[in-house]
């Protein structure tokens, strides 16, 4: 190879490389920063290829999309001294790469400068609440107030704040373990209280039905007693009125009534007089 074309290849092959870093692509949904010497010289946002001073100039890509950003929950301490583990989430968008470089140059720094942001501005406005105005209608306006204080912050950095959002609130876990405990204990007392109450109540029911079991059975004693007497008396007429129709044969079944009731034990044995009353009707019956 001759000196001249040597000098040309070497030529051509810084042409290109000069060519190829002079060119970069900012792809959709990314954003650039072009950089001459470290120091920013102009935003690019629209897709394409585009062009730079290749060995000067370099360039910075942030993304342009919605981003999300999931701090870990942190305790709040509300106006009315209740503890809360607080879950939040927050989406944004880089709208001023100039302002993000200088604030906060990288999207890592960016996210923990942001996450301070949004725990301070929690931290701010719940200090002022109360947990029963967190539970009430009230919720929406307090989300509205940290969302405005956020975004207000994080415009210094060159960002844009979609939305602020409180995932979950809860009380810490010792607390959540003492309020079980009282619970659980409180639910105990009211179970002790209802079983002295319902043993109460049986022991009056108990003895309110043995009080009518009682009345009942003399009622009923005292009713058997009377249609006894009364089918007394009324068997008394009945045997009177027989007697006084015909006083022999009443005798005579008297006296088989009592031969009856006399002779049907085969064990009895008597000791009488054969003129004795008792044989009246056996003497006639012989002769």
Do not use: C, H
Not at 98 to 118: D, M
């Amino acid at each position: 190879m001759s000196k001249i074309q040597y000098v040309l290849t070497v030529l051509a092959a810084v042409v290109v490389i000069t060519a190829a870093g002079s060119i970069y692509t900012v792809n959709q949904g990314e954003q650039a920063l072009v950089l001459q010497f470290g120091r920013p010289v102009r935003v690019v946002k629209e897709p394409g290829l585009k062009l730079k001073i290749p060995m000067i100039q370099n360039v910075v890509f942030y993304d342009a999309r919605l981003l999300n950003l999931d701090p870990p929950a942190q305790e709040v301490v509300l106006n009315d001294k209740k503890r809360l583990d607080v879950d939040s989430f927050t989406r944004y968008r880089i709208i001023d790469p100039l302002k993000f470089y200088v604030t906060v140059r990288t999207e890592y720094q960016a996210q923990s400068k942001l996450a301070e942001i949004v725990n301070s501005s929690i931290r701010k406005i719940l200090g002022r609440s109360t947990l029963q105005e967190l539970l009430s209608e009230k919720r929406t306006q307090i989300m509205n107030d940290i969302s405005a204080a956020v975004k207000v912050d994080a415009e210094q950095i060159g960002v844009s704040v979609a939305d602020v959002r409180i995932r979950r609130a809860d009380l810490p876990l010792e607390v959540l373990q003492a309020i079980n405990a009282r619970m659980k204990t409180e639910r105990e007392r009211e179970a002790k209280e209802f079983r002295a109450q319902g043993s109460q109540e049986a022991q009056k029911i108990r003895a309110s039905a043995d009080k009518e079991k009682t009345i009942i059975l003399a009622d009923a004693e005292k009713q058997a007693q009377i249609i006894r007497g009364q089918g007394d008396e009324q068997a008394i007429m009945i045997w009177n009125k027989a007697a006084g129709q015909d006083m022999e044969f009443y005798s005579f079944y008297r006296s088989l009534e009592a031969y009856n009731n006399a002779l049907s034990d085969g064990n009895a044995s008597m000791v009488l007089s054969p003129e004795s009353e008792f044989f009246k009707f056996f003497r006639q019956s012989m002769r």
